[in-house]
Structure formats: C-alpha cells, structure tokens
C-alpha cells in the first residue's frame, strides 16, 4: 500500500513539470477570427409603451339559471344530462301530477254544476217574465174596467156594490204585478249569485291547471344543461335545485382588479383576454363596473363581454391586460432572441465588428416585437438577422444597419 501511494505521487509531480515546460497558447487575434457575412444588424432603441398590469378572471355565461319545481312531487323523468343543448320550450323534467289532475277534474265539477244551476236559474227567469206580463195584463184590464164602471157609476147607471166589486179586482190586479216584479228581482238577484260561483269555479279551473302544468318544467330559455341536482324517483319542492341552464351563447369574463387598477377602467373600454384552455386571444369590451368595492380584499368585479365561441364555457381561467399608465421600455425584434434552454440571450455587435452573446431577460411579447428588462441599455448594436450562423466572438459584415 505504502508503494503505491508513492508512485501515485511520482506521476502527479512529473504531470506538473510537464504542464509548466509548455508555451501559453496565445488569444486569437481579431484578424483570425471566422467572418459572418450577410447578417442584419439594428440599433436598440427605446419607445414609451403602455404599461400593462395582468388580472384575472373566469368566464361565465351572462344568463345561469336554477330550475326547481313549483310544487312538490315526485320526478317521473328526466328528459335532459348534464352537458346536453336544450331550446327554449323544450321539455326537461316531468313530475307525477296524479293529485293535479283530479283538482283539475273536482274544479271542472264544480264549474258543470254551477253552469246548470244557471240554466235552471234562466228558465225561472223566463217564468217569472211570463207571469209579470200576464199579471199585467190582467191589471190592465181591470184599470180599463174601473173606469169604464166609474162612468156607470157617475151616470148611476150601476149599483154601487158592483163598483167596490170591480174597484177590489184592480187592486188585487195591481198586487199581483208587484208581487211577480218581487219574484223576478229575486230570481235576478239568484243569478247573479250563480254567476258569481260560474266565475270562482272557472278560476278554481284555471288555478288547477296551472298547478298541473307546473308538472311539467320546460327550458326558459336555449343554452346548455350545466349541472343535474336530482334524479328520477326523487322528490321535487319548491325551492330545491333539479337543474342549472345556462345561456351557451353569451359569456363574460370576470375578473377581480384591484382598486389601484380598477381607477382607469371604464364602460366600453376594449381590453385584451387571453383564455388558454379555449386557445383565444381577443379583444373584449368592459360593459359592467361594479360599482361597491370589496373591502376585505380592495378590489373591484369588472366584467367584460366576449365574442360567442362554441370553445367558452363557464369556468375557465382568463387574464386581462389592464393599463396602468406609460413608460420607456427596450425592445427588440423576436427573431433577435437566442433561446438556450432556459436562457435567452442576444448577439451584442461592438465597435470592433465582433459579436458577443449576452444574457438578457424578457418582458412582453407584442406586435413581434419583446422588451427587454435587463441586459441591454439602449443604442447597442445587436444581431436581428442571421442569427443561426454567428456563434460567440465573430466577426460581423452586416449588410446593413437598421434603426
């Protein structure tokens, strides 16, 4: 052991004297260096742009609605899942309305027997019409009689029992009309009662009905089925969710801004969303501001109308871009990036016509261009074509400068 530690040893010493007795190897001189031909070169500059903050959002359908029943009863079947596309009117859910129909049945009863208690009560009518006009008649008559006997009597031409005799007959003629004018108000009055139940018992009619069609919950309005709360055979009560509808046409995105931000936000305003589950990039329009803020959490709900898409759907995360004010930014042309692995770097062009790479950061991708927040000053010379065949410390003979 104690030998081989010795020799290891030797062999080490003898390395160094041997790396200590070479010549330096001298830099390679700017004149030797590999000549890139035919690149493009610009000068950064610096431009004010929009100073952007990102908030985010989740898209909801404007219109989302919870169906339950008006009644309680039993589900019979359910005629939709979730995710199925239902037009306005269209069928959902039907209930037992056993119970329901017979109210309809009991209220349709009740309005037949009412209807013929007011035919009986017309023919009483037109009885009792009858028998005013005869009794009428017969006071007519005896009125012509009186006065006819009146003459006989002044004339004495009659005696006078026979004169109470006919004067008695007109007043019994005069009480009987009165008394079937009595009779005809009464069976008036009677009518109009029978009318009034007519009128209950068409309600009690229409009010079963509507209790019956209640049985039957149809879709307010076209969209999609997004949840399903209830199964057949359940029992269905007012206020207990059996579905949830919501309009699969128009959605919104909406996004929580903080009050900072929320300042220069307003009606109408077009903001930039970017949706990436959906794959969108569009333009949206601000069309509602919440106007109490949260205090808890200081910020403001803003809403803001997106294009229908048959790829939205309640849920989905999006961002917004929000302007916040103006700055100087430095910006360069995408295809100017160099990307190694994680690292981006660019090609900086110095006075001696060589090119060395920097490590730069990036910001903000727009309109093909990116800023960039730190490697770069302004006024340097980079690289914006042509970038595939320079490596790191070539020489550049630019076609030309662009600006």
């Not at 009518?125 to 009597?153: F, K, V």
């Not at 969209?223 to 046409?249: C, F, M, N, Q, Y």
Request: some cysteine.
């Amino acid at each position: 052991m104690q030998t081989l530690r010795y020799a290891i040893l030797l062999a080490l010493a003898i390395l160094a004297l041997a790396a200590c007795g070479r010549e330096p190897v001298p830099p390679t001189k700017a004149a030797e260096r590999p000549i890139v031909r035919d690149v493009t070169v610009g000068v950064v500059t610096t431009a004010e742009v929009d100073d952007t903050a990102e908030v985010m959002g989740t898209v909801k359908s404007r219109t989302t609605i919870t169906l339950s029943s008006k009644v309680v009863s039993r589900i019979l079947a359910l005629h939709v899942h979730e995710g199925s596309e239902v037009q306005a009117g269209q069928l959902l859910v039907e209930l037992d309305d056993r119970d329901m129909a017979a109210q309809v049945h009991r209220a349709e009863a009740g309005l037949r027997e009412a209807e013929s208690a007011l035919t009986e009560v017309d023919g009483a009518i037109a009885a009792a019409a009858a028998a005013r006009a005869a009794a009428e008649a017969q006071r007519d008559l005896a009125a012509t009689t009186l006065a006819r006997y009146q003459r006989l009597l002044d004339r004495k031409s009659v005696a006078p029992q026979e004169y109470d005799q006919v004067v008695a007959r007109h007043k019994a003629a005069v009480a009987d009309v009165e008394r079937a004018a009595a009779e005809a108000q009464a069976i008036q009055a009677k009518r109009q009662q029978v009318q009034a139940r007519i009128e209950a018992a068409r309600a009690e009619v229409t009010s079963a009905q509507v209790m019956q069609s209640y049985a039957r919950i149809a879709a307010p309005i076209s969209g999609v089925i997004t949840t399903k709360h209830a199964e057949v055979g359940s029992l269905a009560a007012p206020g207990t969710p059996l579905l949830t509808l919501e309009d699969s046409r128009r959605y919104w995105l909406e996004a929580v801004v903080p009050e900072s931000q929320a300042a220069g936000i307003r009606r109408g305003q077009s903001l930039p969303v970017q949706i990436e589950a959906a794959g969108m990039s569009v333009a949206t329009t601000v069309s509602e501001i919440v106007p109490a803020a949260d205090p808890t959490t200081r910020t403001t709900l803003v809403r803001l109308d997106l294009p229908a898409s048959s790829r939205l759907r309640s849920g989905l995360f999006g961002r917004a871009s929000v302007s916040v004010g103006r700055r100087q930014a430095i910006r360069v042309a995408r295809e100017a990036i160099i990307e190694r692995g994680q690292l981006q770097g660019i090609y900086v062009v110095g006075q001696d016509n060589i090119a060395r790479f920097r490590l730069i950061r990036t910001g903000e991708s727009r309109l093909g261009a990116v800023e960039v927040l730190s490697g770069l000053t302004g006024g340097e010379q980079v690289v914006l074509r042509g970038t595939e065949r320079v490596t790191d410390g070539a020489r550049i003979q630019p076609e030309g400068v662009r600006r």
